[in-house]
């Protein structure tokens, strides 16, 4: 933020400073907007009326009503003394919000008068149900900053594209968006649907625009736009947030800074023609901007619009342009051009302005390779290299570069380095063995062809960069570039998981949608999607997806046991235990298979077979602690068999000596042989290593209470039904006690506790 902007009003800004400054912080503009209507002395009183109820919150505010302002004074009438008690402590900081509002020491007193049975007429300023959090809110905002995005290396430089504005970080409520629209009502479709053409503000700005059009007054519903594109943007709400902005610059059309937001968001959302449309208008109102033809270039060349690109570069170029993407730009498209002189000149000029770029040397190597130059491409990709060694595609070069010269040691080294950052790779793999086998027979070998990138072109490069440094929005923006010029399903995969890391599932799914028009049979696929649709809450569409992939590879064991799973969490069992069945008789050497059948079969009631089912886990894998603890429980719960049942719950703590439902089960069994005091000294155990947990507290209770612990049996149920409580609010599928069963017992103990009172 302009450390400077706050000292000056909108008066006082000239045309030219206001062209391409940021937007003052909203607390500001609003006291300087909400000032200037105050100013003519009939509206001070609603002025004052409004800032009373934002200071002193929804509740004083219903029983107190501002009367008469005169000479620094400000008269309140309250419906009664004792409020009067309340909000005179209150004075000090009343006044002095009201006069850091006004920009000016407004009042100096208040003096309050009692008016009993006080009823508030509507308060034509701001309506009185305000909410009690506007004031923190407010306070929020002003204390808010903009920051630079930090440069931590030279390549992030490349793409920042100067892009100054950034956004504010805030939880926006609809206590926010009345205080800004004066009093303008929120109808029950929606803020989204607010119209605030005919607020006070609103009103008021129009008036004074009327009578001083060489002022510059910026109009309020900028800033409710702002708003909720800001809160769109934040939830990656990219279609909503663009919509606002399109208001934003429609109210304030020489703001710089949001039309390239504007543009930005176009280009996630692989909107191009707007993104044209945007780019072209600002280049109208601000002549030869680089950052916009940057971005309009780099549209119209995705597009395959070189020549057209090249004249919106052309500027920047002729002006011995800073900006690194100009020249990688111009240089990706001369060299698809196939004027690879033109575009060795971009690439040494973006070597030049920013040594510690590894794509300029990166891009300057290949160039010089192809044009034969094999010392100075070495020397280019050895400095690419030296700035970032694992850059693959500079490897690649380099082990080719060498080759060409005759230095086949030094290839081989390369190649080997390659096969530690991939051992996967078989180009690297394949040109080592005929390397080390020309070696042995005392053969020339000249590698005739040319290593060739498949992903030679900046955009996917700076995607990926900007991928692996958590910058996702800017990683969209090259990926969207990418696939206009050409459709790649391993792009749409990687953009639809950078929705899904924003929980923007919807979005995730309309990206595999399009990798399933490119492989319309691909089981791998539409497993992505169910999973998609299950993270979706959608349940349905992800078991009918499952049952398509069914049909495709029936004999897949996965894919029932997908399928199992879907069911499972529709709490049909019947269908969920008939899948796993499927996967079982496909491959019967898979203990979670056995396992997930057993789960289901007891909770369909099926003790025995589920028992039988969790042994068949341990003739697969005798140290699966969980099938041991499994058929433990199981035990302890019929109360049968409970010796062997402590034997399976010893080999599984075992395994895992901390955990604590291993040690709750165990205790369960010494409680049900009557053992109390060792299974007390369990669960006390297992409480330690869990999170609190309704079924152990109730455990712990029915222990206590065996052992006539009756105070300490009481408060362990009173926490088990408390936790019950909570996860019947909010369920996560864990077992719960009977919260009915527990009160019962609680009322029994309160019965013994009373007694012995």
């Given at each position: 933020?302009?450390?400077?902007?706050?000292?000056?009003?909108?008066?006082?800004?000239?045309?030219?400073?206001?062209?391409?400054?940021?937007?003052?912080?909203?607390?500001?503009?609003?006291?300087?907007?909400?000032?200037?209507?105050g100013?003519?002395?009939?509206?001070?009183?609603?002025?004052?009326i409004?800032?009373?109820?934002?200071?002193?919150?929804?509740?004083?505010?219903?029983?107190?009503?501002?009367?008469?302002?005169?000479?620094?004074r400000?008269?309140?009438?309250?419906?009664?003394?004792?409020?009067?008690?309340?909000?005179?402590?209150?004075?000090k900081?009343?006044?002095?919000?009201?006069?850091?509002?006004?920009?000016?020491?407004?009042?100096?007193?208040?003096?309050f008068?009692?008016?009993?049975?006080?009823?508030?007429?509507?308060?034509?300023?701001?309506?009185?149900?305000?909410?009690?959090?506007?004031?923190?809110?407010?306070?929020?905002?002003s204390?808010?900053?903009?920051?630079?995005?930090?440069?931590?290396?030279?390549?992030?430089?490349?793409?920042?594209?100067?892009?100054?504005?950034?956004?504010?970080?805030?939880?926006?409520?609809?206590?926010a968006?009345?205080?800004?629209?004066?009093?303008?009502?929120?109808?029950?479709?929606?803020?989204?649907?607010?119209?605030?053409?005919?607020?006070?503000?609103?009103?008021?700005?129009?008036?004074?625009?009327?009578?001083?059009?060489?002022?510059?007054?910026?109009?309020?519903?900028?800033?409710?736009?702002?708003?909720m594109?800001?809160?769109?943007?934040?939830?990656?709400?990219f279609?909503?947030?663009a919509?606002?902005?399109?208001?934003?610059v429609?109210?304030?059309?020489?703001?710089?800074?949001?039309?390239?937001?504007l543009?930005?968001?176009?280009?996630?959302?692989?909107?191009?023609?707007?993104?044209?449309?945007?780019?072209?208008?600002?280049?109208?109102?601000?002549?030869?901007?680089e950052?916009?033809?940057?971005?309009?270039?780099?549209?119209?060349?995705?597009?395959?619009?070189?020549?057209?690109?090249?004249?919106?570069?052309?500027?920047?170029?002729e002006?011995?342009?800073?900006?690194n993407?100009?020249?990688?730009?111009?240089?990706?498209i001369?060299?698809?051009?196939?004027?690879?002189?033109?575009?060795?000149e971009?690439?040494?000029k973006?070597?030049?302005?920013?040594?510690?770029?590894p794509?300029?040397?990166?891009?300057l190597?290949?160039?010089?390779?192809?044009?034969?130059?094999?010392?100075?491409?070495?020397?280019?990709?050895?400095?690419?290299l030296?700035?970032?060694?694992?850059f693959?595609?500079?490897?690649?070069?380099l082990?080719?570069?060498?080759?060409k010269?005759?230095?086949?040691e030094?290839a081989?080294?390369?190649?080997?380095?390659?096969?530690?950052?991939?051992?996967?790779?078989?180009?690297?793999?394949d040109?080592?063995?005929?390397?080390?086998?020309?070696?042995?027979?005392?053969e020339?070998l000249?590698?005739e062809?040319?290593?060739?990138?498949?992903?030679?072109?900046?955009?996917?490069?700076?995607?990926?960069?900007?991928?692996e440094q958590?910058?996702?929005?800017?990683?969209?923006?090259?990926?969207?570039?990418?696939?206009?010029?050409?459709?790649?399903?391993?792009?749409?995969?990687?953009?639809?998981?950078?929705?899904?890391?924003?929980?923007r599932?919807?979005?995730?799914l309309?990206?595999?949608?399009?990798?399933?028009?490119?492989?319309?049979?691909?089981?791998?696929?539409?497993?992505q999607?169910?999973?998609?649709q299950?993270?979706?809450?959608?349940?349905?569409?992800?078991?009918?997806?499952l049952e398509?992939?069914?049909?495709?590879?029936?004999?897949e064991d996965?894919?029932?046991?997908?399928?199992?799973?879907?069911?499972?969490s529709?709490?049909?069992?019947?269908?969920?235990?008939?899948?796993?069945?499927?996967?079982?008789?496909?491959?019967?050497?898979?203990?979670?298979?056995?396992?997930?059948?057993?789960?289901?079969?007891?909770?369909?009631?099926?003790?025995?077979?589920?028992?039988?089912?969790?042994?068949?886990?341990?003739?697969?894998?005798?140290?699966?602690?969980?099938?041991h603890?499994f058929?433990?429980?199981?035990?302890?719960l019929?109360?049968?068999?409970l010796?062997?049942?402590?034997?399976?719950?010893?080999?599984?703590?075992?395994?895992?000596?901390?955990n604590?439902?291993?040690?709750?089960?165990?205790?369960?069994?010494?409680?049900?042989?009557?053992?109390?005091?060792?299974?007390?000294?369990?669960?006390?155990?297992?409480l330690?290593?869990?999170?609190?947990?309704?079924?152990?507290?109730?455990?712990?209770?029915?222990?206590?209470?065996s052992?006539?612990?009756?105070?300490?049996?009481?408060?362990?149920?009173?926490?088990?039904?408390?936790?019950?409580?909570?996860?019947?609010?909010?369920?996560?599928?864990?077992e719960?006690?009977d919260?009915?069963?527990?009160k019962?017992?609680?009322?029994?103990?309160?019965v013994?506790l009373?007694?012995?009172?």
């Open positions: 933020m302009d450390s400077t902007f706050s000292k000056f009003s909108h008066r006082q800004l000239t045309e030219n400073n206001i062209k391409n400054r940021r937007w003052s912080p909203i607390k500001e503009t609003l006291k300087n907007t909400i000032l200037e209507i100013r003519p002395r009939s509206h001070i009183l609603n002025w004052l409004f800032h009373w109820n934002i200071a002193v919150g929804p509740q004083l505010g219903a029983i107190s009503k501002v009367e008469k302002f005169k000479s620094k400000l008269d309140i009438v309250v419906a009664n003394e004792e409020w009067v008690n309340a909000i005179r402590p209150l004075e900081r009343i006044i002095r919000q009201i006069n850091q509002s006004a920009g000016e020491t407004l009042i100096e007193s208040l003096k008068k009692v008016k009993p049975n006080l009823t508030k007429p509507e308060n034509k300023i701001m309506k009185e149900t305000i909410k009690q959090n506007i004031f923190e809110e407010k306070r929020e905002l204390n808010m900053e903009t920051k630079e995005e930090s440069d931590p290396n030279p390549i992030e430089k490349l793409e920042q594209l100067k892009n100054k504005f950034r956004f504010f970080s805030f939880a926006f409520s609809l206590s968006l009345t205080f800004l629209a004066n009093c303008a009502s929120v109808p029950e479709t929606g803020p989204e649907k607010i119209d605030l053409s005919s607020s006070y503000s609103t009103k008021e700005v129009n008036q004074i625009r009327a009578n001083n059009p060489d002022k510059d007054y910026k109009d309020p519903r900028s800033y409710y736009h702002y708003l594109a800001v809160r769109a943007e934040r939830e990656w709400n279609e909503e947030a919509k606002n902005y399109e208001k934003v429609n109210h304030d059309p020489a703001n710089h800074e949001f039309r390239l937001t543009a930005r968001l176009y280009l996630r959302l692989g909107k191009f023609d707007d993104v044209e449309k945007v780019c072209k208008e600002a280049l109208k109102r601000f002549s030869n901007d950052v916009f033809s940057i971005i309009l270039a780099d549209t119209l060349s995705s597009r395959g619009r070189d020549e057209e690109a090249l004249s919106y570069l052309k500027s920047g170029l002006n011995s342009s800073k900006k993407k100009t020249y990688a730009l111009a240089g990706a001369y060299s698809k051009k196939g004027d690879l002189e033109k575009a060795r971009m690439f040494d973006l070597s030049l302005i920013s040594p510690g770029n794509l300029g040397h990166h891009y190597g290949t160039t010089l390779a192809q044009l034969n130059r094999f010392n100075e491409a070495e020397k280019s990709l050895r400095k690419a030296g700035l970032r060694p694992s693959k595609k500079s490897r690649e070069f082990a080719w570069v060498l080759e010269k005759g230095l086949r030094k081989i080294a390369q190649y080997n380095f390659l096969l530690k950052l991939d051992p996967d790779d078989k180009t690297a793999e040109r080592l063995e005929r390397l080390i086998l020309a070696d042995e027979k005392n020339k000249i590698y062809g040319f290593p060739m990138p498949e992903d030679s072109t900046v955009n996917l490069k700076l995607g990926i960069m900007f991928y958590g910058r996702a929005g800017r990683a969209l923006e090259e990926f969207r570039l990418l696939l206009v010029e050409k459709e790649n399903k391993n792009l749409r995969l990687l953009v639809a998981k950078i929705y899904e890391d924003k929980e599932y919807k979005e995730a309309a990206e595999l949608d399009m990798v399933r028009k490119i492989e319309p049979d691909s089981v791998g696929v539409l497993l999607i169910a999973r998609m299950n993270l979706n809450e959608n349940i349905k569409e992800s078991i009918k997806v398509e992939a069914v049909k495709i590879e029936p004999e996965q894919l029932y046991h997908s399928l199992s799973l879907a069911y499972m529709e709490n049909n069992y019947q269908v969920a235990i008939k899948n796993i069945r499927k996967a079982i008789e496909i491959d019967s050497k898979k203990d979670s298979y056995f396992f997930e059948l057993g789960a289901l079969l007891e909770r369909t009631g099926n003790y025995e077979e589920a028992i039988n089912s969790m042994q068949q886990v341990l003739e697969i894998n005798p140290m699966h602690s969980n099938a603890n058929i433990g429980y199981m035990y302890a019929q109360g049968t068999k010796d062997l049942a402590i034997d399976h719950l010893k080999k599984a703590l075992m395994i895992q000596p901390q604590g439902y291993f040690l709750d089960s165990l205790g369960w069994v010494y409680f049900k042989k009557g053992e109390n005091e060792k299974a007390l000294a369990e669960i006390k155990k297992a330690i290593y869990t999170d609190p947990d309704p079924v152990l507290y109730e455990h712990l209770g029915d222990i206590h209470y052992l006539k612990n009756y105070f300490e049996a009481n408060k362990a149920w009173k926490i088990s039904l408390s936790l019950t409580n909570k996860k019947v609010e909010k369920p996560d599928g864990g719960l006690p919260s009915s069963e527990l019962r017992k609680i009322s029994d103990v309160r013994l009373n007694n012995s009172l």
